[in-house]
């Protein structure tokens, strides 16, 4: 029989994660439908949280918990969440792909002589463990099951519904964990400078700028500064997140007219994010990257192109406008001001 | 800085981003069709990663890199003739399969055992490189494994900067939820580094450099050994293509003022 545990961890507010919840959600499921027992597991920097946290009826409860383990590091939360699989011995561990548990659990599942596979979009079958993930940056989409155990699914945010519940009447049990000696000291989050005009995934709306922006015009001339407060003032008036085609935020490099508020942290595709908003309209991109792999995720998408026969845009985008974008968004900003105003 | 640095990267081929990739299931589980006829690059991630590498060696007098790639002979051969002309490595090739849907700690058990047989790295001084995610299995595992495997507690994934400091301790920058960077710092080497895409440009291609590069690299590649990887009770239930297809309407003849119109609406519906 399988033997489940759902590792979570708290954030800086105390409360665990939504990503962690939601693992709860998923762990809770799988354990009803394969007839396992469920373990939650819980990384928090203090014994006191752990103890309010919600858990559904009957799981087991264990935590780690210390000063150690408020910051984000690989030799405290490798050794925390190793300690809190080797006490539940689950065969199969559940936990969210953020950026905590996915930079070290890999090597937990090496610590424990088992496997691992993230990004995991859906947990099926029926009386086996079916997991599904993407493959070639979201081109390919795959469902794979293992022999090995433990087997650790790391699963992608959204998948599940949060796990609401309320606090926990559970006993839990405190697990010791040996620290080895800490050699790298978490100095605090830092926002790119140009913060506001990163990928928000809070976003309703993602807003793509291309290379077209930066290249000569009907005029012949380059506009990239009237470019840059074209996209500025939209993302201003409409609340928008930024992305960027990976050659836009190249040509930095290669001394060409750049957009200066576009670093790598906008680019979306083969080398950048995958994001998940509602809607999303590129502009003045051409090319696979912005339309097919940065979209995959992208609700409602739409596109405005001077190109009538942008191959990546047929079958991928909703809506494509045929038209030059610098007029488009002048008028779009003008609408949208006179709408806030 | 006084520091010697032993950069070793972990880089693997991938099919050039730009062409259609097609699923198909052979008698040794799935792959992509035609993909020994694809044109390949070297991974972005893991070419960023090495980038990095060769800059901090040329701050860094008495460093060395070495390029450890786990693929095909012809396929490594082929994406050598441009990236020799990027940057100075040392070349460590095994051939072997790559793509996909091969089993991550497969190839961490070989990369991890090549690195291990390294003549003269010093592994106090080693700082394990790769991309964070490649762009064929996208898992970010495969480093963390080899990392584990080395003995290497002290690891960063989703690396956008690294600066080392006189004392010879580094602070690094990654990619966190929300946009924005967690810094850390870490007393010295070793330690393994997932890059993300960094802060450095691709650079340009230099032609002595590849003949320098291209003396050793012809050579190891006609003494890379064999490694076979085991499947190790991964099973594929399905491989296929995402069935979603959009059916686009494209407006030719809509003038600006039209279009505007109809994308506030557009943002403002829910």
Known sequence: MESILALTHVDESGSLTKASLEIVT?????????????????????????????????????????????????????????????????????????????????????????????????????????????????????????????????????????????????????????????????????????????????????????????????DGKVHAAEAGELILGFLRLAGASLGSSKSLVDQGGDGQPVLPFLTHMNQIGQTGATPRHAKGLSTCCHGEEPHVVGWRFIGERRAISLDPNCGWTRGKADVVYVADAFEVMAKLNGLLDAHKG | MGNALHVVVCAGTVPDPLQTLEPITGPNGPGVKNEMMLPAVLDPWAASALYEAANLVARNPGSKVWLVS?????????VMMAVAQKVSFELVPIDGPIGGFTDAHATAAVLAEAIAALPGLNRERLLLFGGWESATRGAGVTLQLVGERLGIIDQFQGVDQIEFREDGSFEVLERVEGGKHQASVCMGTPAVLGWATGNLAEPRNNPQTGMANMRTIMPALQKAKPAALQADGLHYISVALPKQHRTTRIEKDMTPDAIARELVEWIGAE
Not at chain 1, 64 to 86: I, N, P, W
């Open chain 2, 70 to 78: 786990l693929g095909s002979k012809a396929k490594l051969q082929q």
């Open chain 1, 26 to 218: 998923a762990a809770a499921e799988l354990a009803s439908r394969l007839g396992a027992s469920l373990t939650m597991g819980i990384v928090a920097p203090d014994a006191k949280t752990a103890a309010t946290t919600p858990a559904p009826a009957g799981a087991r409860l264990l935590a780690v918990t210390g000063e150690a383990f408020a910051q984000a590091r690989y030799a405290s939360d490798a050794a925390a969440c190793e300690a809190l699989c080797r006490a539940a011995q689950a065969t199969i561990v559940l936990a969210p792909t953020g950026s905590r548990f996915a930079r070290v659990l890999a090597g937990v599942a090496y610590r424990l002589g088992g496997v691992i596979d993230t990004h995991l979009t859906a947990i099926g079958g029926a009386e086996s463990v079916e997991a599904t993930r993407w493959f070639y940056r979201q081109r390919i989409e795959g469902i794979l099951s293992r022999e090995a155990r433990p087997w650790f699914l790391l699963l992608e945010a959204g998948t599940h519904a949060a796990f609401t519940a309320d606090s926990a009447d559970a006993q839990v049990e405190q697990v010791p964990v040996e620290l080895p000696a800490l050699r790298t000291t978490v100095s605090g989050l830092r926002a790119p400078a140009q913060g506001a005009q990163t990928i928000r995934p809070d976003a309703k709306l993602l807003f793509v700028a291309g290379a077209g922006w930066t290249k000569k015009q009907s």
